[in-house]
T-cell receptor
Framework: NAGVTQTPKFRILKIGQSMTLQCTQDMNHNYMYWYRQDPGMGLKLIYYSVGAGITDKGEVPNGYNVSRSTTEDFPLRLELAAPSQTSVYFC????????????FGEGSRLTVL | DQQVKQNSPSLSVQEGRISILNCDYTNSMFDYFLWYKKYPAEGPTFLISISSIKDKNEDGRFTVFLNKSAKHLSLHIVPSQPGDSAVYFCAATPTGTASKLTFGTGTRLQVTL
């Protein structure tokens, strides 16, 4: 039972590089989310999706893009990486958006130097 | 503006004793509250939740109490076990809008032998 799978788990980027964090879930969940967690802080919502083809901004969307072409996949694209994007990124999914009981992936630690 | 606050970054409790983790919120629109547990190098996992129509919810060793007038909730773990050592995040949302889930900064619980 894989649940929510994120790749890569670790990545070091140089300033200005781009990359995509992959996220896939096998629970047939309609809702998917990307969060970031900075040291000593709570999780901040970057983008979310309520279904294939539908995405919306969260609290901290600047510098990121997402797409949702299938129910299973929700990749997060970082364009022109900046040191401020050094963080741990978590992908999550839920059956619906009502009560916040999210299933999280293991996280992707990104360092921008 | 930190709408969900966990003022204790860490807590140490002896095995077998009660652990009490506290959380305060400021947004009156929040009416559904959750606790997530996070082990190192893993994603958060849902632990327990409570709706604002209740003031208490129990699940085994875990009980969440909600004081709406004080905008305060607490998580009680009785008895505490070494496996409970983790970071605990409080989260809140208006019901029906998991995309607006707001997390606290977390409390690191250490249960000692």
């Amino acid at each position: 039972n894989a649940g929510v799978t994120q790749t890569p788990k670790f990545r070091i980027l140089k300033i200005g590089q781009s990359m995509t964090l992959q996220c896939t879930q096998d629970m047939n969940h309609n809702y998917m989310y990307w969060y970031r967690q900075d040291p000593g802080m709570g999780l901040k919502l970057i983008y979310y999706s309520v279904g294939a083809g539908i995405t919306d901004k969260g609290e901290v969307p600047n510098g990121y893009n997402v797409s949702r072409s299938t129910t299973e996949d929700f990749p997060l694209r970082l364009e022109l990486a900046a040191p401020s994007q050094t963080s741990v990124y978590f992908c999550a999914s839920s059956t619906w958006g009502g009560t916040g009981e999210l299933f999280f992936g293991e996280g992707s630690r990104l360092t921008v130097l | 503006d930190q709408q969900v606050k966990q003022n204790s970054p860490s807590l140490s409790v002896q095995e077998g004793r009660i652990s009490i983790l506290n959380c305060d919120y400021t947004n009156s629109m929040f009416d559904y509250f959750l606790w997530y547990k996070k082990y190192p190098a893993e994603g958060p996992t849902f632990l327990i939740s409570i709706s604002s129509i209740k003031d208490k919810n129990e699940d085994g060793r875990f009980t969440v109490f909600l004081n709406k007038s004080a905008k305060h909730l607490s998580l009680h773990i009785v008895p505490s076990q070494p496996g409970d050592s983790a970071v605990y995040f409080c989260a809140a949302t208006p019901t029906g809008t998991a995309s607006k889930l707001t997390f606290g900064t977390g409390t690191r619980l250490q249960v000692t032998l």
